[in-house]
């Protein structure tokens, strides 16, 4: 669809339902939303940008293949899975490393849950991306 207005207005929509997807990445980690419903809002993101400007633009835009994006967060999450293995805990248990931590404060923490969560965002947003490319390319 070739729209001028619609090709202006998803510049600003795009980048705000990315930093939504970012937003909801984040705030999933202790209250709803998460890695999937992130990737999902990202993917819509990109959608609505495929339908402004077309997939060729929209695959320059992501620079990544949505195909290797998926790829790359399933070795994440795997790789959240397994960092637990090592300590003698089961598989996909969550490790957590305070950063700065001292006596009286606990740093910053950092957890293979964020990892997990961040590996299903890119697995959702590959996902989707590759398969409503597909399906526009072949319209």
Known sequence: MKS?????????????????????????????????????????????????????????????????????????????????LPFGDPLLTGQWLFLGASEGEKGLPISTILLFDIGVYFVVLGAALTIVMALEEEV
């Open 4 to 84: 001028i207005i619609l090709q202006a207005a998803s510049q600003i929509l795009v980048a705000l339902l990315l930093v939504f997807s970012v937003y909801m990445l984040l705030r999933g980690h202790n209250a709803p939303g998460g890695g999937f419903i992130g990737g999902l809002i990202g993917a819509t993101g990109f959608v609505l940008h495929a339908i402004a400007c077309g997939t060729e633009q929209t695959r320059a835009a992501l620079r990544l293949k949505p195909e290797n994006l998926a790829i790359i967060g399933l070795a994440m999450s795997l790789l959240a899975g397994l960092i637990s």
